[in-house]
């Protein structure tokens, strides 16, 4: 059980990061670092299309990486 929570968890971690790659940066530099984060909590602007898609899956897959990452350390002990 601890191999497959293990190797899932591998799965898991390689796809999450190919997905945040994959996503198109909202600014450069470090004020866009800053501006960035309140642009998109209260900005007018939604994602459409494939940022839209890219940004659910980084959703589901962050999930499912603490759930698997909570799961090994139990499973473990």
Known sequence: MHTLLVTLLVIVSIALIIVVLL????????????????????????????????????????VLFFVLAILVSYVEI
């Open 23 to 62: 996503q198109s940066g909202k600014s450069a530099g470090l004020s866009g670092a800053i501006s960035g984060g309140a642009e998109q909590l209260f900005g007018k602007q939604k994602a459409r299309g494939m940022d839209l898609i890219l940004q659910r899956i980084t959703i589901v897959l962050a």
